[in-house]
């Protein structure tokens, strides 16, 4: 993680009052605090924080603070920065003392590079379940990022926190969670419901019987057609008689 140098003040007077005129002078209050040293009210420009915070996790940056008139140097942590709620104006910072020798415990964020083979070929799903490790390290070793490469993830793949190798750095997460994982792409199945079955079951019905009632309308017409026949035979069959 590289350090930001910053131009800092001590700051005598402390509440409300003072801490507005700070920030009326284009400063912003704050307070250096650590287990080896006493709590140091400061304050810095307000311009230089901001420039060097751009594009920064501000609450993991890493500082050097240089008092002015005596050459005293500190590194710190920014550890917390209180914004207005309305105006979004940065209205105190929290610094915490390092040892270069004495190990902190904080989060870093992870990012996935890569597209995964079972979301480019087979439509898988990429589930993206962690987004940062809480680790322990020395102030010289804190990554800014960890980056996890997840192009060969095929359906089913999964990278557990413990497949993560960073190096001068104890992971304190659970090592069993899953960070990142391939899944099956999801199938909407068609689903029939009682009313839809219903339905089509009195249509089936419907044919049926306007089958069933064709078949007995031919079967009527004929009949009569036959009567018609054989009444016509009878008259002819009595004219021959009377003939004879």
């Known amino acids: ?11 005598e007077l402390k509440g409300k009052g003072p801490a507005r005129r700070c920030r009326a002078d284009g400063r912003i209050p704050g307070v250096l605090y650590g287990i080896s ?19 920064e996790n501000t609450v993991r940056m890493m500082v050097n603070l240089k008092f002015d008139g005596n050459g005293r140097s500190e590194m710190a942590l920014v550890r917390d920065v209180q914004k207005d709620p309305v105006t979004g104006r940065i209205v105190h910072i929290d610094f915490l003392h390092v040892s ?3 190990k902190l415990k904080l989060t870093v964020p992870l990012k996935l ?26 102030p010289g070793n804190i990554p800014e990022i960890v980056e996890l490469n997840v192009e060969a993830l095929g359906i089913g793949d999964t990278i557990h926190v413990r497949e993560i190798p960073i190096e001068g750095v104890t992971i304190l997460s659970d090592l069993r969670r899953t960070v990142v994982s391939v899944v099956p792409p999801t199938v909407i199945k ?6 839809d079955a219903a339905a089509e079951a009195a249509g089936e019905a419907e044919k049926v019987g306007e089958g069933e009632e064709g078949a007995e ?11 018609k026949a054989d009444a016509t035979a009878k008259k002819e069959e009595k004219k021959d008689r009377k003939k004879e």
């Open 217 to 227: 309308s031919a079967e009527g017409k004929e009949g009569k057609e036959k009567a």
């Open 190 to 195: 068609e689903t029939v419901t009682t009313t």
């Open 1 to 11: 993680m590289k350090t930001v140098e910053l131009a800092a003040r001590t700051r």
């Open 113 to 138: 590079i890569g597209i995964p083979e079972g979301v480019k070929t087979r439509g898988g799903v990429l589930q993206w379940i962690m987004r940062e490790l809480e680790v322990e390290c020395l």
């Open 37 to 55: 040293i006493e709590p140091q009210p400061l304050t810095v420009s307000t311009h230089e924080f901001v420039n060097a915070a751009r594009g």
């Open 100 to 102: 270069p020798d004495r």
